[in-house]
Antibody, heavy 121, light 108 residues
Framework: EVQLLESGGGLVQPGGSLRLSCAASGFTFSNSAMTWVRQAPGKGLEWVSTLSGSGGSTYYADSVKGRFSISRDNSKNTLYLQMNSLRAEDTAVYYC??????????????WGQGTLVTVSS | EIVLTQSPGTLSLSPGERATLSCRASQSVSSSYLAWYQQKPGQAPRLLVYGASSRATGIPDRFSGSGSGTDFTLTISRLEPEDFAVYYCQQYDSSRLTFGGGTKVEIK
């Protein structure tokens, strides 16, 4: 059974940093691209970033480029999202999602339960 | 960037009725790259349909996807109580994903 468990969310001040983690199990982690998707309170889904299975290719939404960094440790089956220079508009539930193939995420076939990030003073 | 527009914003129907949800793209999308998700309150999204018309594992056959080019449709043939939720379409283009704004299917 595929399981994705996010952690690391919380309250942070504007300009601050936070690192999210996503522990994966139930599939061969290195064979799947992984993706972060966020959802602001009461709003729709927004793609944030994707990382290929090997970790060699990264992709970011324009809204987070230069501030967020996606990475993975395939030996620990864990995905990360380092978030710097956080803004109020980054407030959202952040979901970790498994991509359907190794080099890219065409669609997200499994999702974690999400972790809430609140950026406020 | 391809923009996905979903309509209607809210669909009010009774259990047993047929639901037809629309997703229109600002430019042509490969059918292979169009997916649909269901999200219930307080839960993560769940993949329903990928490749425009292929049901994901464990998805009942009352859910069906169709369409091509710029117009795609998700149909729920007979609504069950557990189907009342928000539905999102999503497309892939140039290593990026974009989601539609969602359609809420509510009990009439």
């Amino acid at each position: 059974e595929v399981q994705l468990l996010e952690s690391g969310g919380g309250l942070v001040q504007p300009g601050g940093s936070l690192r999210l983690s996503c522990a994966a199990s139930g599939f061969t982690f290195s064979n799947s691209a992984m993706t972060w998707v966020r959802q602001a309170p009461g709003k729709g889904l927004e793609w944030v970033s994707t990382l290929s299975g090997s970790g060699g290719s990264t992709y970011y939404a324009d809204s987070v480029k230069g501030r967020f960094s996606i990475s993975r440790d395939n030996s620990k089956n864990t995905l990360y999202l380092q978030m710097n220079s956080l803004r109020a508009e980054d407030t959202a539930v952040y979901y970790c999602a498994k991509g359907d193939r190794k080099m890219a995420t065409i669609y997200c076939d499994y999702w974690g339960q999400g972790t809430l990030v609140t950026v406020s003073s | 960037e391809i923009v996905l527009t979903q309509s209607p914003g809210t669909l009010s129907l009774s259990p047993g009725e047929r639901a037809t949800l629309s997703c229109r793209a600002s430019q042509s999308v490969s059918s292979s790259y169009l997916a649909w998700y269901q999200q219930k309150p307080g839960q993560a999204p769940r993949l329903l349909v990928y490749g425009a018309s292929s049901r994901a594992t464990g998805i009942p056959d009352r859910f069906s996807g169709s369409g091509s080019g710029t117009d795609f449709t998700l149909t729920i043939s007979r609504l069950e109580p557990e189907d009342f939720a928000v539905y999102y379409c999503q497309q892939y283009d140039s290593s990026r994903l974009t989601f539609g704004g969602g359609t809420k299917v509510e009990i009439k």
